[in-house]
């Protein structure tokens, strides 16, 4: 049985100058595989009759057990055209996405995963809860087009399902119709109000909003609201390059966290921030190596434990 697995899309982001590998389900599988064994994780990977060799040798350096590709002869891959004005990043679909559910994973190695993530509208999402006939963490994050008034009363329907909840702080204000600046006293007063709808068997499931530079509230009935903090904070511009992906790999990063403390959320949610940390250092996805004299895995040469430890210290010592 796979530890994790993510039915978010794979997606071939054109820019201007070159293509990356792109999708929600991507980046959250590569936010797991940064602390797990990639036999323990996977991802379908929908190949178009135009699918570049070179992104399938990219996606096989993760991992070649990760992947569960799936050729298409008579359709394209799913791509997005990107452009970006101002500060604004546009995404715009060239070849139409092709949806997956859980009856998608029946009859693979992927099937009845640990831990199951998802990226969509609500309605979808009951969909998708609908068809999941094995108890695993589900970790659902709506997709922002459907973050707004009118889709509350279906995701919190949803939300009855899951055990984390986890929009952005700009998705979780639009679903609740609050006009308000991000800080961290209004995430926290929506992250209640969405734990009072009920989230969870038994209302015990989580909210964590992700707030980019001001770090992820992470909220449970039983603990209230505890913060973890970005690794990289506004004094490292240098090393954040681009955004795209960031939460969806905080959410791989955080399933990988709950496998490794045996299901603290807030501990996991320190994985979840390093994880977020890679993915913003470059375009596209962060690159493996082996280190040559101790032969551990590192993500843009650097230690993911290193980082780990890093920022519980930091955070540690600025709470004392």
């Known amino acids: 049985m796979s530890l994790f697995v993510s039915i978010g899309l794979f997606i071939i982001d054109d820019l201007s100058l070159a293509s ?6 991507t980046y959250a599988t590569i936010g797991a595989r940064i602390w797990l064994n990639p036999s323990t994780l996977g991802m379908i990977v929908d190949k178009g009759i135009d699918f570049p060799t070179h992104i399938h040798q990219n996606l096989l ?29 546009n995404f715009e679909y060239i070849a139409p996405p092709l949806q997956l559910f ?29 068809e999941v006939d094995w108890n695993p963490v589900i970790i659902y994050e709506p997709i922002p087009a459907r973050c707004v008034p009118k889709e509350l009363p279906t995701l919190i329907a949803a939300m009855a399902s899951v055990h984390v909840l986890s929009p952005n702080a700009q998705e979780a204000f639009d679903l609740l119709s609050l006009d308000s600046p991000v800080t961290r006293d209004a995430v926290q007063s929506a992250a209640l109000r969405f734990l009072d709808f009920g989230v969870g068997p038994s209302g015990n499931g989580c909210v964590i909003i992700r707030c980019a530079a001001l770090g992820a509230c992470v909220a449970t009935r039983e603990k209230g609201c505890r913060w973890v903090d970005a690794f990289w904070t ?72 290193r980082r780990l430890e890093a920022l519980r210290q930091r955070q540690c010592a600025r709470q004392v």
């Open 20 to 25: 990356h590998i792109g999708g929600g389900g």
């Open 61 to 89: 350096s993760y991992g070649r057990d990760i992947w569960l590709f799936r050729e298409h002869t008579d359709r394209l891959t799913t791509r997005a055209l990107i452009s970006y004005q101002g500060g604004t990043r």
């Open 102 to 130: 859980p009856r998608d994973l029946r009859g693979t190695p992927l099937a009845r995963p640990a831990t199951l993530h998802f990226i969509c509208s609500p309605s979808r999402a009951l969909e998708i809860i609908s």
């Open 234 to 305: 506004p004094h490292d511009a240098s090393h954040i390059v681009d955004v795209t992906g960031a939460g969806n790999s905080f959410l791989g990063g955080l399933a990988a966290g709950l496998v490794l403390e045996n299901g603290d959320m807030y501990q996991a949610a320190f994985y979840a921030s390093v994880s977020a940390s890679f993915t913003i250092e470059q375009l596209g996805l962060p690159s493996l190596s082996v280190n040559s004299e101790s032969g551990a895995e590192e993500w843009n040469k650097d230690s993911p434990r």
